[in-house]
Antibody, heavy 118, light 107 residues
């Protein structure tokens, strides 16, 4: 199970930290991702924390967002700074269980809504 | 950056076959996955690695991938299959990539 929290209303230029608490599996043994979906729009991948320890950010959030994980809490985080109106979306965490070449998402959280507006 | 393109919409009559395409440069060299998303719900994986169906996904869902195009086929489409469908792949430079999404309407 994946449970996100931390969303809310924030002004442009502001910051938020999202959390994704996992249960039933170990976060550090999987490629853990953040995926967002703006209202009425498609899915957009945001960031990954690979099981091997590396990270990757989409170009649209590079330099503004940071992904991290706390193995002791089995939790994934997304620190979002310099937020823009176009970052408004439901943010979900998703697990990629594959080894070797990264693959697919088999478990998704329900998501947390981030609204960037003045 | 790597991109995946899908048709915005596909219409199909009940019991007929729906084909949803996903276009990307040399997509046939990558693993392609497919998700179904119904309104207000999280996406559900319907086609996994090696074009296999995860447990619980009906046999009417199948996938293929060759050249620059991947295809999700729904045979004997049912009303419950009406949803948005997304293809997805991984690219070493871009990361994970989703297709633009296709709305399937069962008329």
């Amino acid at each position: 199970q994946l449970v996100e929290s931390g969303g809310g209303l924030v002004q442009p230029g502001g910051s938020l930290r999202l959390s994704c608490a996992a249960s039933g599996f170990t976060v550090s043994n999987n490629n853990m991702n953040w995926v967002r979906q703006a209202p009425g729009k498609g899915l957009e991948w945001v960031s990954v924390f690979y099981s091997g320890g590396g990270t990757h950010l989409a170009d649209s959030v590079k330099g503004r967002f940071t992904i991290s994980r706390d193995n002791s809490k089995n939790t994934l985080y997304l620190q979002m700074n310099s937020l823009r109106a176009e970052d408004t979306a439901v943010y979900s965490c998703a697990r990629d269980p594959t080894w070797g070449t990264p693959g697919y998402f088999d478990y998704w959280g329900q998501g947390t809504l981030v609204t960037v507006s003045s | 950056s790597y991109e995946l393109t899908q048709p915005p919409s596909v219409s199909v009559s009940p019991g007929q076959t729906a084909s949803i395409t996903c276009f990307g440069d040399k997509l046939g060299d990558k693993y392609t996955y497919w998700y179904q998303q119904k309104p207000g719900q999280s996406p559900v994986l319907v086609i996994s690695q090696y074009n296999k169906r995860p447990s619980g996904i009906p046999e009417r869902f199948s996938g293929s991938n060759s050249g620059n195009t991947a295809t999700l086929t729904i045979s004997g489409t049912q009303a419950m299959d009406e949803a948005d469908y997304y293809c997805q792949a991984w690219d070493s430079s871009t990361g994970y990539v989703f297709g633009t999404g296709t709305k399937v309407t069962v008329l």
